[in-house]
């Protein structure tokens, strides 16, 4: 499995992205999918993810009701919207994926960088 991140990008507080990953391997019936990120000085951090069989969701908290997670069953795609961003959300994102959802995140994309000035 290739994952290929695009879609950051530089916005003023308040500002919107959509990040996409497009992936390319193996189907991925029962996959789970998602996102996460490391800012500057700190550890990686998950942000959302959605299971590729029947799109649940889940979030961590500080980006519940501002970021939302999907999938393109089609064209094996899967973005995260990001809207209402804040200098806090300035990091390097990360798209990852695994054969399911008990198994820790196998494969990993190359990052896009999110910058979000105050």
């Known amino acids: 499995v290739q994952l290929q991140a695009s879609g950051g990008g530089l916005v003023q507080t308040g500002g919107s992205l959509r990040l996409s990953c497009a992936a390319s391997?193996?189907?991925?019936?029962?996959?789970?999918v998602g996102w996460f990120r490391q800012a500057p000085g700190k550890e990686r951090e998950f942000v959302a993810r959605i299971l590729w069989s029947d799109s649940t969701t889940s979030y961590t908290e500080s980006v519940k009701g501002r970021f939302t997670i999907s999938r393109d069953i089609a064209k094996k795609t899967f973005h995260l919207q990001m809207n209402d961003l804040k200098p806090e959300d300035t990091a390097v994102y990360y798209c990852a994926a695994a054969r399911n959802r008990f198994l820790n995140y196998e494969y990993w994309g190359q990052g896009t960088q999110v910058t979000v000035s105050s």
């Open positions: 391997g193996r189907t991925f019936n029962n996959y789970k």
